[in-house]
RNA sequence: GUGAGUGUAGCUCAACGGCAGAGCUCUGGUUUGUGGUACCAGUGGUUGCGGGUUCAAAUCCCGUCGCUCACCCCA
């Protein structure tokens, strides 16, 4: 029956070959760092309760105003592909009583993440995310941990020119009195804002420092910064995390108009950048402390801080830079054959090599040992097997050293222990 | 959701109203069992899909889907 073709969904990708090197690389990278520094993985469902996500997100964003993918299932309940993976690990620190854990709780995650949006450059509408957190300690020291275990990622993952941009969004109590300020003040100049702003001022007015009309830039250099703002306690805090990141060394630096996009952020908020070679900053991913999540999605009040990074971002970045040699494959032995026993005779070879886990290479369907030899080539073996049909019958191998060119006859049953010794 | 651009072989592209092509890849061959080169041959397309204009459409027009870019926002 003929169909028509299949495509993928819009803003979906596949990620195969090549792509699937720098994917796995940076993974094992990430999840041994997380290891190392005592983070636990945790996998949640990629599907929650819609409100999880309304209410953990905010309502006012665009998240959930526009992005999310909902669906109601047969039995009437809305739910949602998940759209970040904060909400979700928080669930799970209320509902599993992690709170009875010693604290904080470290977790970390990864995996696909939704949002329904045009896709664009670098942006999905299924993407990849690692992300951690660090639940139940308010203390600047974690966040100063948080940032650093992902700066680590990224030194091991041989990334060069990056950047972190740090601000502090303050607290309840110093955040709206601030907001209050920041609103008179956007109406006073009105009049040389952008229409976005204007609306912005009233909806939610901490995201005119996201604009980038120009208009608004001279307005912006003015305006009170919440940074000038805070208050005792969120002061203090800033100041030790900033002294704690100049212990490690970090290369960051204070962004006074760096606001989030999520509502549930108190305090320290950060972005994490790479500049491209063609002097362009890319966004690889960010995070902050959310003080207040946890009590509202149904807990006692926790501390709490959290970031994120895209991977397919990270591998923009990488391949920026040509990393992909760094992540070839490692040398294979290469098994050819000549007729049907051999065929046979490599069968149970491979297996004993896989035993003494020697990675191995086969063309099995192919009798040409020209093309068998020019695979091996091509993929830099080193050695090369080859079993004709005359030593099938006599239960012999060849080992084939493809950079010197010199062979040697040996009985099967000892070419593993010769691959070994090289 | 708004605006612009763009879809031709697995990939990169050509043909721009008149027979749908090249390079790379892939498969095999260059005397029978030994190497990334070279040479030769072959596979592969209802030109994203659907309609319209025309003697004739990959080409012009409309719609639709995908992709790209910008906005919104973010990873």
Not at 219 to 225: F, L, Q, R, S, T
Not at 268 to 294: C, H, I, M, P, Q
Not at 298 to 324: C, H, S, W
Request: a positive charge; aromatic letters at 10%; proline letters at 4%.
């Amino acid at each position: 029956m003929k169909k028509a073709k299949f495509q993928k969904p819009t803003g979906m990708h596949d990620i195969i070959f090549g792509d699937q090197r720098y994917f796995r690389s940076i993974i094992n990278i990430a999840e041994n760092i997380f290891n190392y520094y005592g983070f636990s993985r945790i996998d949640t469902p990629l599907l929650e309760d819609e409100d999880l996500f309304l209410k953990g997100v905010g309502e006012a964003t665009d998240i959930s105003e526009k992005e999310m993918y909902t669906l109601k299932t047969k039995g009437g309940d809305r739910l949602a592909l998940r759209p970040e993976g904060t909400a979700s690990v928080v669930r799970s620190y209320i509902e599993q009583g992690m709170a009875n854990r010693p604290q904080p709780v470290k977790l970390y995650y990864v995996g696909p993440f939704f949002r329904y949006e045009r896709p664009q450059a670098g942006r999905y509408r299924q993407f990849w995310q690692f992300g951690l957190e660090s639940l139940g300690d308010a203390s600047p020291v974690i966040d100063a941990q948080v940032i650093n275990v992902l700066y680590a990622i990224l030194m091991d993952l041989k990334l060069k020119n990056i950047s972190i941009e740090i601000n502090s969004i303050g607290d309840k109590e110093c955040r709206n009195s601030y907001k209050k300020m920041l609103v008179k003040y956007l109406k006073s100049k009105s009049s040389s804002l952008c229409s976005d702003c204007k609306r912005r001022t009233k909806d939610n007015p901490l995201r005119f420092f996201d604009c980038k009309d120009p208009k608004c830039q001279a307005v912006k250099a003015e305006a009170p910064k919440i940074i000038d703002n805070l208050c005792e306690d969120c002061h203090a805090h800033f100041k030790q995390t900033l002294e704690y990141l100049d212990e490690l060394e970090l290369p960051y630096q204070i962004n006074p108009c760096l606001v989030r996009g999520l509502d549930y952020y108190t305090k320290t908020v950060f972005e994490f950048f790479v500049t491209t070679k063609e002097e362009k900053s890319l966004a690889l991913g960010g995070g902050g402390r959310y003080d207040y999540l946890v009590k509202l999605l149904g807990g006692k009040e926790t501390p709490a801080i959290g970031a994120a990074f895209g991977i397919e971002r990270i591998m923009q970045a990488m391949k920026d830079i040509n990393l992909v040699d760094g992540f070839k494959p490692k040398d294979r032995v290469f098994l050819a054959q000549i007729g049907s026993l051999a065929k046979s005779k490599s069968l149970v070879l491979m297996e004993s090599l896989r035993k003494a886990k020697i990675p191995v290479v086969e063309s099995l369907g192919k009798d040409s040992l020209k093309i068998q030899m020019a695979k091996a080539s091509r993929i830099g073996s080193k050695f090369i097997i080859i079993i004709g049909q005359k030593e099938a019958i006599e239960n012999l191998a060849i080992i084939k050293n493809m950079e010197t060119g010199r062979q040697e006859t040996v009985p099967l049953d000892q070419v593993v222990a010769k691959i070994k010794k090289g």
